[in-house]
């Protein structure tokens, strides 16, 4: 099993301006694909697909996107996962508003912990998962601190056996690392901005978890 990681957010806390001029997000989004090896290919052909409609030629991020191509992209996705019963996805979001003041002091195991609430719940019985977070992913970048806290928590507190294979990747060369940071984007803007439609495409499909609401 593949298991895909990229987020949507930031993890910084100044809340005194407007994100975007100044501010920090208010919320960080988390978004994770897991994707056994006979469906490996699908999320990247949904990718493919919306690369030739639009006619991209490089690199295209869902902050840059128009809102019916993030509509678009939920409704393929809802078709994907209706094909591939096996694929799943799960967000993790947090209202950073509400972390308590000694957690922010180390923002690496917020992330961390937000991680462990989600890969467990689906990797108990694989011999070995490949673990690809996006490498520019704001937490990631210190290193295989993330890798070693969710192997700790798969063999010491769950008891499984699972090993991990830290594999991070680069998102414009990877179009399942592009598609979860379509997935964590169109959640993320629900609840920064208040923009509903992408979101409830998709999020009856999928698993959504809400952490200092």
């Given amino acids: ?27 960080l989004t988390l978004a994770f ?18 690369y030739k409609k639009y006619k991209w030629q490089n690199e295209k991020k869902a902050h840059s996107a128009t809102l019916k191509q993030k509509k678009l992209f939920c409704e393929k996705t809802v078709a994907l996962l209706k094909r591939h019963s096996k694929v799943k996805i799960d967000v993790i979001i947090v209202n950073k508003e509400n972390v308590r003041s000694h957690i922010r002091a180390d923002s690496n195991k917020l992330y961390n912990y937000m991680t462990s609430l989600v890969v467990p719940d689906y990797v108990g019985s694989e011999k070995e998962i490949e673990f690809i977070p996006d490498e520019r992913s704001v937490k990631v970048r210190s290193g295989n601190s993330l890798a070693d806290y969710l192997q700790i928590k798969l063999w010491f507190e769950r008891g499984f056996e699972t090993k991990i294979n830290d594999r991070p990747g680069v998102s414009h060369k990877n179009y399942n690392l592009q598609f979860v940071d379509w997935v964590a984007h169109c959640t993320w803007i629900r609840y920064e901005f208040g923009e509903f439609q992408p979101f409830n495409i998709l999020s009856p499909f999928i698993k959504v978890r809400q952490l200092y609401f």
């Fill in 1 to 27: 099993m593949q298991v895909y990681l990229d987020e949507s957010g930031d993890l910084g806390w100044n809340f005194k301006a407007p994100f975007g001029q100044g501010g920090s997000s208010r919320f």
């Fill in 33 to 50: 694909l897991f994707l056994p090896k006979q469906s490996r290919h699908a999320p990247k052909n949904l990718i493919r697909c919306l």
